[in-house]
């Protein structure tokens, strides 16, 4: 049974510094876009109606969008990049699904997540029949170096949502303890994004480090900004509602800055928010007090852009062109939502 996924939205998808990335690989994009709506056909029936409406909820395709301009960077030709970028957008999306049951999320980008529209067996089962239509992607590609990249990368983020399971809630988490977090949850993914670019065009090995390196900090630096915006930044440019992360007892950098340099009775008031999640009405305009008063907010922005600059300078040995450009020029969009 088919079922039609208006992604209209998703074709080209525009603001700020995201729109030189997006003109670059529009024509692309929309050939990925035919590949998910291919791809994520199954004749039970649920399979397609809850991927899709995942899938069409919105998002930037901002993971795909990174494998097709390294590509483009690299000289690529062909279409194996374009399945590739579907293989990246399944995983990224059978992330989600999983994310979004264990959370117990019902809202993601303003909408109704899937879970809480067709309960939480069917969103996990129907995230295994992603990763499961990704590695089919993979396989028909042919190349083991690509299969490697990818399936590490899947491995790698199953791994960090483990750790991540294993941190919840608890104030003892350091700040190498979150970096180790979101390397495997978010920055994996961007990484191997990236590098698959390199590997389709068969350049060198350093120009795949390089674009993996690119990708891995870009990674760090786009969930650390998340996570910062997720206390200063405005309901209507979330997506989602300003304190969420601290609602749901989540120990990001802003916290963790806070309750170390914080003294006893704030680091109580942090493990009754966080860890015992007994939480007042007046509690989150006293948590920004405490992150005003120890810097947190304004050291975890240089944090971000410190990993936006990595990100860059990774770049400096690969071609002068249009798209490496457009990657630079995203990694700036992004840390530059802060200011």
Not at 34 to 54: C, F, N, R, T, Y
Not at 278 to 297: I, K, S
Not at 307 to 313: P, V
Request: aromatic share 6%; with cysteine.
């Amino acid at each position: 049974m088919a079922v039609a996924i208006d992604l209209k939205q998703q074709q080209t998808p525009s603001g700020g510094g995201l729109e030189p990335l997006t003109r670059l690989v529009e024509g692309d994009l929309r050939r990925v876009n035919e590949i998910i709506i291919d791809k994520m056909q199954s004749p039970v029936a649920l399979i397609p109606q809850l991927a899709g409406h995942i899938i069409a909820a919105g998002g930037k395709r901002l993971r795909p969008m990174l494998t097709l301009a390294s590509a483009r960077l690299c000289g690529a030709e062909g279409e194996r990049q374009m399945a590739l970028a579907a293989c990246v957008e399944f995983i990224h999306t059978a992330t989600l699904l999983h994310d979004d049951v264990v959370d117990a999320s019902e809202l993601r980008r303003g909408l109704q997540t899937a879970n809480a529209v067709f309960g939480n067996k069917a969103s996990v089962l129907v995230g295994d029949f992603l990763f499961s239509r990704a590695f089919q992607l993979m396989v028909a590609d042919g190349s083991l170096k690509v299969l490697k990249a990818l399936s590490d990368a899947s491995a790698i983020i199953a791994e960090g949502e483990v750790h991540q399971l294993m941190t919840a809630n608890d104030m003892a988490t350091d700040e190498a303890a979150y970096l180790e977090v979101i390397r495997a949850k978010t920055a994996a993914l961007f990484a191997a994004a990236c590098q698959v670019g390199a590997i389709v065009a068969e350049r060198p090995e350093v120009d795949e480090e390089a674009l993996y390196a690119y990708g891995l900090n870009f990674g760090i630096a786009f969930q650390l900004v998340d996570d910062i915006l997720d206390y200063t930044g405005d309901d209507d440019g979330l997506g989602k509602s300003r304190g969420d992360d601290f609602r749901e007892g989540k120990i990001t950098l802003p916290v963790v800055l806070a309750y170390e340099r914080g003294d006893e009775t704030e680091r109580a008031f942090w493990r009754r928010c966080l860890e015992d999640l007994e939480q007042r009405e007046d509690d989150l305009p006293h948590a920004l007090q405490l992150m005003e008063r120890h810097g947190a907010v304004a050291e975890s922005k240089r944090r971000a852009r410190l990993y936006g600059d990595r990100a860059c300078e990774a770049m400096a040995a690969l071609p002068d062109n249009a798209a490496r450009q457009a990657l630079l020029d995203v990694v700036d969009f992004c840390v530059e939502r802060l200011y």
